[in-house]
């Protein structure tokens, strides 16, 4: 059974760092694009970042651009999202996908539960 299971959200100061994981079972993230997602209260969820598959490149969103960094470790099947510098408006939940394609927020037949993430001073 495929299993997205996130971990690492919390709270954090602006201009602060959080890292997110997203461990992956019943699959390898060694063969499949996954990304990372976020929806704020009262809007549409949107893409962060994804991983593609083949050549593909990594998306971002361009407002975190240059702050967040997305990575896996295919030997621990876990993806991550290294986030700084980070600003109230990062605020949301944050789920990982997959998989993914760009910038289309609808994409994954696979989630996570959700791990909150809140930026304030």
């Known amino acids: 059974q495929l299993q997205l299971v996130e971990s690492g959200g919390g709270s954090a100061q602006p201009g602060g760092s959080l890292r997110l994981s997203c461990v992956a079972s019943?699959?390898?993230?060694?063969?499949?694009?996954i990304g990372w997602f976020r929806q704020a209260p009262g809007k549409e969820r949107e893409v962060v970042s994804c991983?593609?598959?083949?050549?593909?490149?990594?998306y971002y969103l361009d407002s975190v651009k240059g702050r967040f960094t997305i990575s896996k470790d295919n030997a621990q099947n876990t993806a991550y999202l290294d986030m700084n510098s980070l600003k109230p408006e990062d605020t949301g939940v944050y789920y990982c996908?997959?998989?993914?394609?760009?910038?289309?927020?609808?994409?994954?037949?696979?989630w996570g539960q959700g791990t909150q993430v809140t930026v304030s001073s």
């Open positions: 996908g997959t998989p993914c394609l760009s910038y289309f927020s609808d994409f994954p037949d696979y």
């Open positions: 019943g699959f390898s993230l060694n063969d499949s694009a």
């Open positions: 991983i593609p598959t083949g050549n593909r490149r990594t």
